[in-house]
């Protein structure tokens, strides 16, 4: 992935996290993920490591899907 889209994608789930008010530990806790997994997906240097279906698991914790997580990016 290109270092920009990655900034990009981190930016994105940051800002909707941070929409809504949650902690990084609450976002984790409502979207079912390991607390330090949320840091490094917010992280747009390791955010590399992110796989397809933590993305899922980020988007249906949101209530939104995969594509519109990813529209705009």
Known sequence: MPDDL???LGGRIRRLRK???WTQAEMAERVGIDRSLVSSSSDAVRLAYV???LLEV???GFGI???E???GI
């Open 58 to 60: 980020l988007a249906n």
């Open 69 to 71: 997580r990813m529209r």
């Open 65 to 67: 899907s995969v594509s």
């Open 51 to 53: 796989c397809l279906p």
């Open 19 to 21: 929409q809504r008010g």
């Open 6 to 8: 990655l900034i990009r």
